[in-house]
């Protein structure tokens, strides 16, 4: 049975490949990191910052902050209010991105912005890796 010689030198390729797009990716999140950052403390919170932000602190904090949109939809969870749905037809995934910045730091817009740029960021990676 013969053995392919090419093996390592494939391996090799494959690596360097790898660390080529996790350079790229790299550059990619800085450049965008600091674009984010100019921005991210801007004054005012976007319609749909507000929405999702609003319900995660509610989970976070266990009280609940002011009226929400109609038709929203909870489950209680540790006693307190987990967002499942914001509207009907709009799902809670933002917020529970938020939840676990919301735990540890002060809620804030420049948190709610910086946690929505850190997941666009894995997305991308993902994405990088995949194609």
Same mark, same amino acid.
């Given at each position: 049975?013969?053995?392919?010689?090419? $093996?390592?030198?494939?391996?090799?390729?494959?690596?360097?490949?790898?660390?080529?797009?996790?350079? @790229?990716?790299?550059?990619?999140?800085? @450049?965008?990191? *600091?674009?984010?950052?100019?921005?991210? =403390?801007?004054?005012?919170?976007?319609?749909?910052?507000?929405?999702?932000?609003? /319900?995660? #602190?509610?989970? =976070?904090?266990?009280?609940?902050?002011?009226?929400?949109?109609?038709?929203?939809?909870?489950? #209680?969870?540790?006693?307190? $209010?987990?967002? @499942? *749905?914001?509207?009907?037809?709009?799902?809670?995934? #933002?917020?529970?991105?938020?939840?676990?910045?919301? =735990?540890?730091?002060?809620?804030?817009?420049?948190?709610?912005?910086?946690?929505?740029?850190?997941?666009?960021?894995?997305?991308?990676?993902?994405? /990088?890796? *995949? @194609?």
């Amino acid at each position: 049975m013969a053995t392919d010689s090419n $093996q390592p030198a494939a391996s090799a390729s494959c690596t360097r490949e790898f660390f080529i797009l996790l350079g @790229v990716w790299l550059a990619l999140a800085l @450049v965008l990191l *600091w674009l984010g950052g100019v921005t991210a =403390t801007s004054l005012g919170y976007n319609y749909d910052e507000a929405i999702f932000a609003g /319900m995660a #602190k509610d989970f =976070t904090t266990g009280s609940v902050h002011g009226h929400h949109m109609p038709g929203n939809g909870t489950a #209680k969870i540790f006693n307190r $209010q987990f967002p @499942v *749905w914001i509207q009907p037809y709009l799902g809670a995934v #933002k917020s529970w991105q938020l939840i676990p910045l919301f =735990t540890y730091c002060e809620p804030s817009v420049f948190i709610a912005r910086m946690s929505n740029l850190a997941w666009s960021l894995v997305g991308l990676l993902f994405f /990088m890796l *995949w @194609v």
